[in-house]
């Protein structure tokens, strides 16, 4: 049986509450804007010369030129504020959880597109677990100094089957929003629960983590500046270590993926291409790819980077994917969720997709038009957890 799911976390953000602020302060215009018309720059370039010469599932030319060119234009006046012009009247952004929205689940805009091996079949249905998985949490000492908590909670979902076997199991981890917050608005095990029971997708631990109440509250699942906290090590290096631990895992970068929506898109995108002898996978519903972005969904993203361009250009996904060797770039999977035509979201997503194919990097990618809010989580993750299992196959994760 599943642990009954209380309401969500009281540190959780509040998923009526869109676009919420969390004390900061808009940024002025600050050196960072030459960097972030550069890389948006050169994503342009990217659908002029990398991919396919006509549009694809992956590849939306009428939102590259128009959503990637604004951005570009508005981050040429500062990309701290850049972005609010091409964001006005977007949902609610990643401070607090989008609140769930009454539009109808649209189907994908085709099939996804990747350079990953087609037909690389489901080696993981030659041991498949049915019934419901089980729910068991632990707590971690907190990644920072001050803040008004000491310990960081971890949930873990455990397929069907876990306790009886002597499986060993990939695992994909979830950052910064609570079990509860995913469970409450889309039925996480249940869904996980009727996916593998299914053989749709392998019998995985799935490791969920938020960690609230440090001292920059907005953590961007960065390593702080100026010392405080160190949530970036503590996600790609303590959780990870302390799950191998506590588990029966495949204690490979091959057999963990990294997932996340809103903010936590970026938080997966940044964790995988920036730790990519860890997660060789990163799903980002719905994120954004240039750290320390301000925009009014990102108002104070900047904070965990104290405003400085270097630190924010260490850690942006659009600069680290091509800083892959050969190897990690052959392992390494982006399986990237957006609405191409949403106001911030969907510039965002267009120039990571030109940005890694560019540099070599398989992507999935899958359009939806959805608006940021949890049924495009609902509705995109099974496809998306199933491009990854489709990975893992190719890597040899299942034997």
């Given at each position: 049986m599943h642990a009954p799911v209380p309401p969500p976390d009281a540190d959780s953000p509040d998923p009526a509450a869109p676009g919420r602020g969390r004390g900061g302060r808009r940024r002025g215009l600050r050196p960072l804007a030459a960097l972030g018309a550069l890389l948006l720059a050169a994503a342009i370039g990217g659908l002029a010369v990398a991919g396919p010469t006509s549009p694809s599932a992956d590849q939306h030319p009428a939102a590259a030129a128009g959503g990637i060119v604004a951005a570009s234009a508005a981050a040429g006046s500062g990309s701290r504020a850049g972005t609010a012009a091409a964001t006005t009247g977007a949902a609610s952004g990643p401070a607090g959880a989008p609140?769930?929205?009454?539009?109808?689940?649209?189907?994908?805009?085709?099939?996804?597109?990747?350079?990953?091996?087609?037909?690389?079949?489901?080696?993981?249905?030659?041991?498949t677990p049915t019934g419901r998985g089980s729910v068991t949490t632990f707590s971690l000492p907190a990644p920072w100094t001050g803040g008004t908590v000491r310990r960081v909670q971890v949930v873990a979902y455990l397929p069907a089957g876990y306790a009886t076997s002597t499986q060993s199991y990939p695992v994909v981890y979830e950052a910064p929003f609570s079990f509860n917050l995913f469970n409450t608005w889309i039925g996480i095990a249940a869904k996980l629960d009727a996916e593998i029971s299914s053989g749709a997708l392998p019998a995985s631990i799935y490791v969920f983590v938020q960690p609230a109440h440090s001292p920059i509250h907005d953590t961007e699942c960065a390593d702080s500046v100026d010392g405080r906290q160190w949530v970036d090590t503590f996600l790609s290096t303590t959780l990870v270590q302390a799950v191998d631990q506590r588990f029966r895992t495949i204690p490979t970068a091959a057999a963990r993926a990294v997932m996340g929506f809103s903010q936590g898109g970026f938080c997966a995108a940044m964790l995988a291409l920036q730790h990519p002898d860890v997660f060789a996978t990163a799903i980002s519903i719905s994120g954004y790819y240039q750290a320390g972005i301000v925009s009014s969904q990102t108002p104070v993203a900047w904070m965990p980077f104290g405003g400085r361009a270097s630190a924010e250009a260490a850690v942006s996904p659009l600069g680290l994917v091509a800083r892959l060797t050969p190897a990690q770039r052959h392992a390494a999977l982006l399986i990237l969720e957006a609405d191409p035509a949403q106001p911030f979201y969907g510039p965002q997503y267009t120039a990571m997709l030109a940005t890694a194919r560019r540099a070599g990097v398989a992507v999935v990618a899958v359009p939806m038009q959805l608006p940021h809010s949890w049924p495009v989580v609902a509705a995109s993750l099974p496809r998306m957890l199933a491009a990854l299992a489709q990975h893992q196959a190719r890597l040899g994760v299942f034997g």
């Open positions: 609140a769930p929205s009454s539009a109808p689940a649209a189907p994908p805009a085709g099939p996804a597109s990747a350079t990953t091996a087609a037909g690389a079949g489901a080696p993981w249905t030659a041991w």
